[in-house]
RNA sequence: GUGGGUGUAGCUCAGUGGUAGAGCACUGGAUUGUGGCUCCGGUGGUCGCGGGUUCAAGCCCCGUCACUCACCCCA
């Protein structure tokens, strides 16, 4: 309609959804605090070599992906298209190692991919996300597991799959990369197009083809599991062993690999099963990433971390928290009282009320139907007797009774009827 | 990037070449000063945009834009 829009895939969040976000992100920080963790905010334009180095640079994200600009001729700088490198350059910029052996932050914002928009993906993307650095697992890995788990259950999001994986470290990784490749190579007229290009780029994504003849093909391909060394292969059973312990139900899928080439060893995302959610089901992801704070120039810190997808939790949450209804609604019976009706607003929300009206000057009938509609518990009529005497009509709109008392004894009745026994 | 679907009132949608509609929402009234249920009335439209065919186009044709879903990828 308009000719002037927001720009595609980005979108506006009105105030019917914002209880809904501060609902899940209060509920998040709740679970944050428990563990733990503290808030971190860093920029949402970073350096565009922060990106390249850290996500990869052939993966989807940093060739296709990325809001890219050059800032006056200085600098090439880009939108974040994911929080943990950005918290990763400043574990290391402020060299946070230092001042303690273990270091758990959280974050909640924005995420920019410029992707063609569908059902639970977009180019604005809000993510909540947790970084731990300093501790190598195993046991800290389940506890990320369950505690996201916990989340969304506490959100009421309980059909959910997790999925775990390890795609081990080192030399066992491209140990695996080269028996791979070794499998496909004969085989590979039989692939996609995509999977071809996979091969070249990262085969390990061959794996999680859905084209009937490569899942085929990938079924039959050597395992990873198979290729872990002695220390990976001990990691993951630790993995496995604690989520036995914590009664957090999961799944080994060797076929879960992601897209951002800094994983190694565990790897994990939950699946949401109902809800709204369309083909982008994924509603958290995560890993470890224990040779990326070298990498950027820190110590020899291992790091593990995930992101969570605000918009897909709001797709798959089965009830979304509205606001609360006023608990009065005041009526001015005819313009000439709404001056009384300002100032019994004051009073009354000074009192620690949630107090509407209508000062246009509507008729009695349409201020009462928006007391109705609004779902406020009271209305108070203020006419001419009314505000002669000092006096409100107090109407409980739920039991349909009305009572008129002074001006200074409202806000003390309304306390009184809806504080809960 | 590729493919499909849909664009008509603020919202959800009907309208099969001949005067632009319904429900919801909003609003006035039925009830001198009382909401919900019901009834009567009212406000609200460049039928996405441009071109074409036709005596006549919301409807048919071409183009275009937007939204949306899927592939891909991922949160």
New binding site residues.
């Given amino acids: 309609?308009s000719t002037l829009?927001s720009v595609?895939?980005m979108?506006d969040i009105l105030p019917s959804e914002v209880t809904a976000w501060r609902h899940l992100e209060e509920t998040f920080r709740t679970v944050a605090a428990a563990h733990g963790y503290g808030e971190v905010r860093t920029p949402l334009l970073e350096p565009t070599a922060l990106f390249v180095r850290s996500i990869g640079d052939t993966?989807?994200?940093v060739e296709k992906?990325m809001y890219t600009f050059e800032d006056q001729g200085e600098k090439q700088l880009s939108l974040r298209p994911?929080g943990t490198a950005s918290a990763v350059r400043a574990f290391v910029q402020h060299s946070v190692h230092a001042q303690s052996p273990i270091t758990k932050w959280f974050y909640i914002g924005p995420m920019y991919?410029r992707?063609?928009?569908?059902?639970?993906?977009?180019?604005q993307?809000h993510?909540m996300g947790l970084e731990v650095y300093g501790d190598p697992g195993p046991f800290v890995d389940a506890e990320m597991i369950d505690m996201a788990v916990s989340f969304l259950a506490a959100l009421g999001i309980t059909d959910v799959e997790v999925r775990v994986n390890s795609l081990g470290s080192g030399a066992s990784r491209v140990a695996y990369r080269e028996a791979l490749l070794a499998f496909l190579e004969p085989q590979r007229a039989v692939l996609c197009a995509?999977c071809q290009r996979?091969m070249e780029k990262n085969p390990l994504?061959v794996l999680?083809?859905?084209?009937p003849t490569c899942a085929e093909i990938a079924a039959k391909a050597p395992s990873l599991l198979d290729h872990l060394d002695e220390a990976d292969t001990e990691h993951f059973a630790g993995l496995r062993a604690a989520l036995d312990a914590l009664g957090t139900p999961y799944v080994v899928d060797p076929s879960v690999v992601?897209?951002?080439d800094y994983y190694s060893r565990t790897i994990f995302?939950v699946r949401g099963l109902g809800g709204d959610l369309?083909?982008?089901?994924?509603?958290?992801?995560g890993g470890r990433y224990d040779g990326m704070v070298k990498s950027m120039g820190g110590p020899d810190v291992p790091a593990l971390g995930l992101?969570?997808?605000i918009?897909?939790l709001l797709l798959a949450m089965p009830e979304k928290p509205t606001a609360p209804a006023p608990d009065a609604f005041i009526v001015a019976?005819r313009p000439e009282q709404r001056t009384a009706a300002l100032l019994l607003g004051k009073q009354l929300r000074a009192a620690g009320l949630r107090v509407e009206n209508d000062l246009r000057g509507?008729?009695?009938?349409?201020q009462?139907?928006?007391?109705?509609?609004l779902g406020a518990r009271f209305?108070l009529?203020?006419?001419?007797?009314?505000v002669a005497a000092g006096t409100v009509?107090v109407?409980d709109?739920?039991a349909?009774t009305?009572v008129e008392l002074p001006v200074g004894e409202v806000a003390q009745a309304i306390h009184a009827a809806i504080t809960p026994a």
């Fill in positions: 309609m829009r595609k895939g979108n993966t989807d994200i992906e994911e991919r992707e063609r928009p569908a059902k639970g993906r977009l180019r993307f993510q995509d996979r994504r999680d083809c859905k084209v992601r897209g951002l995302e369309g083909a982008q089901n994924t509603l958290l992801g992101g969570i997808g918009e897909r019976l509507q008729s009695l009938k349409s009462m139907r928006r007391s109705d509609s209305a009529v203020l006419g001419e007797s009314e009509q109407k709109l739920r349909s009305q």
